[in-house]
């Protein structure tokens, strides 16, 4: 069988849920076409494990950006999620939906039925939540989310403290009433798993005779007559084949390889693709454009009592670690490194925080992530911590495009950082943050010295020159197929259908208008929950 009623393109952080949603009723026949492979490797299940696959071909896209000014020169490194799961398979677990703001202002630019009022039900309906249900979480979905606040290193408790030293409110939950101030992580874990979109959504949809899963699929282009999609051509173990389908193609490929693929099917800039030798389809000007992502920067800091370097660092320390998970599932090995943090706003007059803050009671100063190799993962020799932070709402915009009509060259991707007096002084504040908290009491009690960037750096230019030297993305790339209203400044409409086109909807992290305030894959999961209810809708 060749013709389905729907087509997925991307098994990843919104396709799991699509794939198990457009099946549920039985009725429509769906096929999933992934890149990647299975994610049964302990890498990926194994909480920890994600540090060895950053840079695992086996499991990621492995691209690379363009050299960027901002960023003296850098190209930067970009993992995104080739196999099962996507990115959910690979991200750091954190479960965060971001400010009540950032779905409001989507809907003030005209996106009807994305205020948070209207996309809270949807976060709600996927998570397995294990507090239970309330005004602000769900117990019946699929997803798991869950706390660790009697797992987490004593140091994260000194970050907490130091924050209230400095005025901050606590929140005991980023996802509740208090979405700011210094908090612990919630983490998308179940009993010590990772709980990627394909453990929680794909493998449950997996046992319905109606859901057809293709991996190692490479989809090339969109196949099209007139204006209208009608299926997919895609690369199987080095074959050519075609996929029809009878309803939609659903592009659910992400923020790099879904603006790749409409370019590659003739839908947008039409002065581009022709420079490039791609018949044009529909000329959609915006497609890869305004991109968006969270940059950062970690400050390492020197501690006179143990950390998890202590522990992680020695062979001993990791094969207790080891043995520990395997008996309990709980341990280093089974969360995530990232533990507390904080929302907060740099300086009074602000209408939301500024400023996303990391700690992690661990310490990688020496660490590299080289493309095609694992990433370095000894801890430092020494016990430290560290505190990063990104700007929660930057304002830089940068693009996707392809650089040729052969489906198998990376995307050009422009990251444009740090193009906007808004984004500096976000990154100059950020810094003198991160200094306050580690200086405030209890916290710089057990502080020894400050290891990365160094005291030495203290001016606004330094700050600068210094956050251009090892400032690097926290893999949050989105909008690069945005919603909105007018075809000339986004791609999709509120419904997430692509504008010009009919049979064809994009549903994934490239649609959000703008990044939002924190982690993305709660977001696209919500996403991929509403858009899902939106075919069906629209379909019924």
Not at 255 to 283: C, K, T, W, Y
Not at 308 to 316: E, G, K, M, V
Request: charged share 20%.
């Amino acid at each position: 069988m060749n013709q389905f009623d729907y087509i997925v393109v991307g098994a990843g952080s919104a396709g799991c849920v699509l794939a198990n949603r457009l099946t549920a009723s039985g009725k429509d026949q769906v096929l999933l076409l992934e890149a990647g492979g299975s994610d049964r490797s302990p890498l990926i299940q194994v909480p920890l494990g994600y540090g060895l696959t950053f840079a695992d071909p086996k499991y990621n896209w492995g691209y690379t950006t363009e050299p960027d000014p901002a960023l003296h020169g850098r190209a930067c490194y970009w993992p995104r999620g080739k196999v099962l799961g996507g990115s959910s398979s690979l991200n750091a677990m954190v479960y965060i939906r971001g400010q009540q703001t950032d779905y409001d202002d989507w809907a003030a630019a005209g996106n009807t039925g994305w205020s948070w009022k209207d996309v809270l039900p949807y976060f709600k309906k996927s998570e397995d939540h294990v507090w239970g249900a309330s005004e602000h979480h769900g117990a019946t979905g699929e997803m798991r989310v869950s706390d660790f606040a009697d797992q987490v290193h004593p140091l994260c408790e000194r970050f907490l403290q130091a924050g209230k030293a400095l005025g901050f409110e606590r929140t005991d939950d980023f996802n509740g009433r208090l979405k700011e101030g210094f908090g612990l992580w919630q983490m998308t874990i179940r009993n010590g798993v990772r709980e990627s979109t394909s453990n929680a959504f794909l493998r449950p949809a997996l046992k319905r005779s109606n859901l057809i899963l293709q991996t190692h699929a490479h989809v090339t282009r969109v196949l099209t007559e007139g204006k209208k999609a009608v299926g997919v051509e895609c690369l199987i173990d080095g074959v050519t084949k075609t996929f029809m389908v009878r309803k939609e193609v659903i592009l659910s490929g992400g923020a790099i390889n879904s603006p790749q693929l409409l370019q590659l099917s003739g839908i947008g800039d039409s002065a581009h693709l022709q420079r490039v030798g791609v018949p044009l389809v529909h000329h959609l000007p915006r497609v890869g454009q305004g991109l968006q992502d969270h940059l950062c920067v970690s400050y390492f800091f020197k501690s006179k009592v143990p950390t998890l370097n202590n522990s992680l660092r020695p062979w001993y320390g990791k094969l207790w670690a080891g043995v520990r998970y395997l008996f309990t599932r709980k341990g280093p090995l089974g969360m995530s490194v990232n533990q507390a943090g904080a929302f907060v706003r740099s300086r009074p007059g602000l209408e939301r925080p500024n400023l996303h803050l990391y700690f992690n009671p661990i310490s990688y100063s020496a660490a590299t992530i080289v493309p095609g190799r694992f990433k370095i993962t000894n801890p430092d020799p020494f016990p430290a911590f560290l505190i990063s932070f990104n700007t929660c709402v930057p304002t830089s915009r940068g693009s996707v495009t392809i650089q040729s009509a052969n489906p198998l060259d990376k995307p050009k991707i422009e990251t444009n950082f740090l193009s906007t007096e808004h984004d500096l002084r976000d990154i100059v504040e950020g810094s003198r943050m991160v200094r306050a908290i580690a200086n405030s009491r209890p916290l710089v009690d057990v502080m020894q010295s400050e290891h990365l960037p160094g005291i030495a750096v203290q001016s606004d230019e330094d700050i600068l020159k210094d956050f251009r030297t090892r400032g690097g993305s926290v893999y949050h790339a989105s909008c690069t197929c945005a919603m909105g209203v007018d075809p000339a400044t986004s791609v999709v409409d509120a419904r997430l259908r692509v504008h010009g086109m009919t049979g064809l909807r994009v549903i994934d992290a490239s649609v959000f208008p703008s990044v939002t305030s924190g982690n993305t894959n709660a977001p696209v999961i919500m996403v991929a929950e509403k858009g899902a209810d939106m075919v069906l809708q629209d379909w019924a």
